[in-house]
């Protein structure tokens, strides 16, 4: 017979059954529900972000297009080449001909801009750049990741010899290439760079950045093991110089070389060297 006891125990252990079943559904549903929300908020976060990095389907050559196309070329200084309209009536076979467009322009003027059109175009292709990542100040133009800055002083064709040790107190060392063990040329320090610059030079905000620009000329290093100088050609050299408080990205032809914020760098294409295809850079050091 069942005692008042054993039923009593019972129905104490049902209500503890449904107890636990309703604490641990309370488990799931709450799990479920974050789940849910978790992947709701992913969804929005992960539309905003497509959103927030749409691209425009420039590249560097269609944003020179661009700027050529919109900027009047009097604006960095070009003389302009103005036509002359004529629109007065014209005599021939003594008959008075309805006007046609006649154009006049001075030859001189022409000449001139023709000799300048090649130092403009090299202007266009050597730019700084500076990561959005680093709230840089207003540049001329700026895609997705960086903002650019055109140089606005621009000389050309100067010769001359850079002293490395003497201008930023260090020496330029050239890494150890296959094709040094053939010559038993290495390691190199770099002290003199030879040959004919280009410069470029653009104020960012108080500050300025600026580099030098060689091609074909002589670097002269010092051979440690055998004691004594050496000459290698090379095909570039870049010297840039960053006084600003940014990195910043010298491009030229689209190729960047890095230089960090408050230093100096060069970089280097050896003739000679082949396994490497890009700039080697032989020193940074602050300025």
């Known amino acids: 017979m069942v005692t008042y006891d054993e039923v009593k125990q019972k129905l104490e252990n049902a209500i503890m059954q449904i107890l636990e079943d309703m604490a641990y559904k309370r488990i799931v549903f709450a799990n479920k529900y974050m789940s849910a929300v978790q992947s709701f908020v992913k969804s929005v976060l992960a539309e905003l972000n497509n959103a927030l990095n749409a691209k425009v389907h420039y590249n560097i050559d269609t944003y020179f297009a661009e700027i050529y196309h919109s900027a009047s070329m009097a604006e960095i200084g070009e003389k302009a080449v103005k036509p002359v309209y004529n629109d007065e009536t014209t005599t021939i076979d003594d008959r008075t001909v309805i006007p046609f467009d006649t154009f006049t322009f001075n030859p001189n003027m022409y000449s001139t801009y023709s000799k300048l059109f090649s130092d403009k175009l090299s202007k266009y292709t ?6 959005i990542s680093q709230s840089p ?3 001329d133009f700026e895609d997705v990741d960086y903002v650019y800055y055109i140089p606005d002083i621009f000389y050309s064709n100067f010769e001359f010899v850079h002293d490395l040790y003497q201008e930023i107190g260090a020496y330029g060392e050239l890494p150890d290439f296959a094709e040094f063990a053939i010559f038993a ?5 770099v002290r003199f760079v030879k040959g004919v610059f280009d410069y470029f030079r653009r104020d960012i905000d108080a500050d300025s950045v600026y580099c030098d620009i060689g091609s074909g000329g002589i670097v ?17 050299v ?12 010298v491009i030229i032809n689209g190729k960047p070389h890095k230089v960090s914020a408050n230093s100096v760098a060069v970089y280097v294409y050896l003739t000679d060297i082949h396994l490497k295809a890009t700039p080697i850079r032989i020193v940074e050091t602050s300025v």
Do not use: C
């Open 220 to 236: 002269k290093a010092y051979d440690e093991d055998k004691q004594e100088w050496k000459e290698l050609a090379y095909k570039f």
């Open 137 to 139: 100040p207003e540049g």
């Open 238 to 249: 870049v010297i840039a110089w960053n006084h600003t408080s940014y990195p910043v990205e």
């Open 185 to 189: 040329v290495r390691p190199l320090k």
């Open 126 to 131: 050597v730019m700084f750049r500076i990561a």
